[in-house]
């Protein structure tokens, strides 16, 4: 199977207004959020979610940053080497709505972690997970509360978001995982 592309750029800009919209809606006001952009294609999407908020509330949310790759519980058995990046939160999270921002969830454990990175922060109002393509396959107890877009996938298969920001172009495709040599 070669690559297919389920989302364009015109279909992720479209899909990223709705949830600006939705993450509004659901709490009233922007006044305690803050989005906080998974590393890394989840710092670039709550850029747009943040820049979408304010043109039509006329309101700036503030976005961080967080690398949770010392929470992840997979360290040990990682074949490539643990490289951490800066956390930069913009203030405090205590009485904060954070809004965690990724692009895929999957196993639920990516989101695990940074809701342990974000926790050992202070204590935040709440915990809310957005994510541009939920591909189902969860290990853990983890559901996002806001979705882009549901794709089935088979665990032979990957979803890979690029981003203008990180990759130079716009786009969800499945293509097949590459098969592990050994």
Known sequence: MAKKVIMNEADIKRTLA???HEIVERNKSTDNIILVGMRTRGVPLSNRLAAEIASFKGTKIPVGILDFSLYRDDISSRDIPLVIK???????????????????????????????????LGRPLSIQLAVLVDRGHRELPIRADYVGKNIPSSRAEEIQVRLVETDGIDEVAIIPKPEREG
């Open 18 to 20: 709705r949830i600006a």
């Open 86 to 120: 800066s956390t930069d939160i913009p203030s405090s999270v205590e009485e904060k709505v954070i809004v965690l921002v990724d692009d895929v969830l999957y196993t639920g454990r990516s989101a695990r972690a940074a809701l342990d990175a974000i926790i050992d």
